[in-house]
């Protein structure tokens, strides 16, 4: 009887210590597990952080550096310029300062946009109706957008870049932060090697002995106001070989009266003109005016100031220099 007691005693502990090997090897299993999925999970969240950061760009603009997360898909455009630069880029804006005139639009950017929603005028655009379109990206100018970035910057991410103020390579730069800010660099490239070689083919029309002197200028009623070779179209201008009349002054738009316009005589004259009558009609009957040499030799001509005044780009420069190359050599 005891050794029988005895014998159970022993199965009991027997008992009892596998029940404990099995628990601690039990929850050992459990650990694992936990920390392999932990692990997982950590890893999983690793790359989704590493695809986020991959997804976000830094862009430095006129007014610091912003982020913009993904590729843009909703652009509100503040200048006919950039406007220009998304066409370039096959993008097209959901919202543009218009001026509240989609007759502004050049012909040839029409042609690659989609309809849009206008926000107003370059100068005084409405904040309401962009903040309606939920844009991801607005374009703003450094001259006339600067004082409301801050407001602009709380409806979605904005960048300010030069237009209105820019030359030729000016333009040129601002298009490569647009297609950096749209995450379209490769592209941007393939687009500005086209210009380029476009521009080359414009520039091997003008002939290498051409000295006449070019004066663009926007003729309102208000005044006649001359762009100098600093200007986006004085600088285009000279960019293929055509000399400016004007080398010099502290402004690249110039309110000039007749006796200047005399004193730099330009060979050739292109005219913005705005509004049914200007101060040209006043001048021409003006002795003076007479002699100036393009005038005297017929070479004055009236040229669409939305294309060579108010839009600034890729594709507007090469439509100015085919303009200009019509009048002077076909």
């Known amino acids: ?62 007014m610091g550096k912003t982020e913009i997360s993904g590729t843009p898909e909703k652009v509100v455009a503040l200048e006919f310029s950039f406007v220009d630069n998304l066409a ?7 919202g543009i300062a218009d001026d509240n005139d989609k007759e502004r639009i050049i012909e040839p950017i029409r042609k690659k946009i989609s309809d849009y929603t206008s926000v107003g005028t370059r100068k005084q655009p409405s904040l309401e109706v962009i903040s309606s379109l939920q ?15 801050d407001q602009l910057s709380e409806i979605a991410p904005t960048i300010i870049l030069p237009s209105l103020a820019a030359d030729y390579e000016g333009i040129i730069d601002s298009f490569e932060t647009v297609a950096k800010t749209m995450g379209m660099e490769e592209k941007g490239q393939e687009v500005l090697k086209e210009h380029k070689a476009k521009m080359e083919e414009l520039r091997a029309k003008v002939p290498e002995d ?3 002197t070019v ?30 009349a004007i080398q010099s002054g502290d402004a690249r738009y110039n309110k000039i009266n007749l006796e200047q316009v005399v004193e730099f005589n330009p060979d050739v004259m292109f005219h913005m003109s705005t509004g049914d009558q ?52 076909e």
Request: overall charge negative; aromatic content about 8%; proline content about 2%.
């Open 1 to 62: 009887m005891i050794i029988n007691i005895r014998w159970r005693d022993r199965k009991m502990k027997h008992r009892k210590l596998m029940v404990f090997i099995l628990m601690i090897a039990f929850a050992f299993i459990l650990t694992a597990c936990g920390t392999s999925e932990n692990e997982g999970q950590s890893s999983e969240d690793q790359t989704k952080e590493e695809d986020q950061n991959e997804d976000t760009s830094v862009i430095e603009h006129e």
């Open 88 to 94: 370039s880029l096959g993008v097209s804006p959901v």
């Open 135 to 149: 844009p991801d990206l607005i374009i703003a100018d450094m001259k006339r957008h600067k004082d409301i970035y």
């Open 210 to 212: 051409e000295d006449r």
């Open 215 to 244: 004066l663009p200028a926007v003729v309102a009623d208000s005044g006649y106001f001359a762009h100098n070779m600093e200007s986006y179209t004085g600088s285009l201008l000279e960019s293929i070989g055509l000399k400016n």
């Open 278 to 329: 200007t101060v040209v009609d006043e001048w021409k009957n003006n002795d003076l005016y007479q002699d100036i040499s393009a005038v005297k030799n017929d070479e004055v001509y009236e040229v669409d100031r939305n294309m060579w005044s108010r839009f600034r780009g890729l594709i507007s420069s090469e439509k100015i220099l085919e303009d200009a190359i019509r009048y002077l050599y």
